[in-house]
């Protein structure tokens, strides 16, 4: 069964602190995703990483694709309240069209 | 921008109902999907569609159906609901590389 751990399961922050969110799994996915979501709503695609190494930047929101494609991180610079929500990474698995989730990080940001 | 659209935001039924909930994307895309979501549980693949009339089953198709007549639009069918179908439905259509997400349906089967 592949699976997508993703950690920490809870953070809770202040405004204006840095963060790092991982997503890790022993198995090689073909591109990655990352997406927001907040209460009630569906997830928002923030990014997709392809490349082995990959290192993308969404204004404060670095993401990074491990070498061997089995891990990513998501990190954010000086986090702020509208950064709040629940942090989902997806793998896109090889030769399918499935996606693994990620179990998720729920973020709360205080001001 | 991908636009994907859940025919409704919050649903109630009783049990033993027919329920249908209908996605539409206006990308052309070929591949969509149904997913639950559910706290401790993540998001769980119910079906999914890579063409007109084509479907598989994920990894919890029990219960529920799936219809895809055009390409646009794929519906979700409980065919008699239950309780233990109380969830977040959501629907989400694929291009290369990603999936785009509807806003999602909060079905309640009381």
């Known amino acids: 069964t592949q699976l997508l751990e993703q950690s920490p399961q809870f953070l809770s922050i202040q405004e204006g602190e840095n963060l790092t969110v991982y997503c890790n799994s022993s198995?090689?996915?073909?591109?990655l995703q990352w997406y927001r979501q907040e209460p009630g709503e569906g997830p928002v695609l923030l990014v997709t990483?392809?490349?082995?190494?990959e290192v993308k930047k969404l204004k404060r929101l670095t993401f990074q694709f491990g070498d061997a494609r089995k891990d990513s991180s998501l990190h954010i610079t000086a986090a702020q309240p509208g950064d709040t929500g629940l942090y989902l990474c997806a793998g896109a698995v090889f030769g399918t069209y499935k996606y693994i989730f990620g179990t998720g990080t729920r973020l709360k940001v205080l001001a | 921008d991908v636009k994907v659209t859940q025919s409704s935001r919050y649903l109630v039924k009783r049990t033993g109902e027919k329920v249908f909930l209908e996605c539409v994307q206006d990308?052309?895309?070929?591949?969509m999907f149904w997913y639950r979501q559910d706290p401790g549980l993540g998001l769980r693949l119910i079906y999914f569609s890579y063409d007109v009339k084509m479907k598989e089953k994920g990894d919890i198709p029990e219960g529920y159906s799936v219809s895809r007549e055009k390409k646009e639009r794929f519906s979700l069918i409980l065919e008699s609901a239950s309780t233990n179908q109380t969830s977040m439905y959501l629907c989400?259509?694929?291009?290369?590389?990603?999936?785009?997400f509807g806003p999602g349906t909060r079905l309640t089967v009381t």
């Open positions: 990483v392809v490349t082995g190494g």
């Open positions: 989400a259509s694929q291009a290369p590389y990603e999936q785009y």
């Open positions: 990308m052309d895309h070929e591949n």
């Open positions: 198995s090689v996915f073909s591109s």
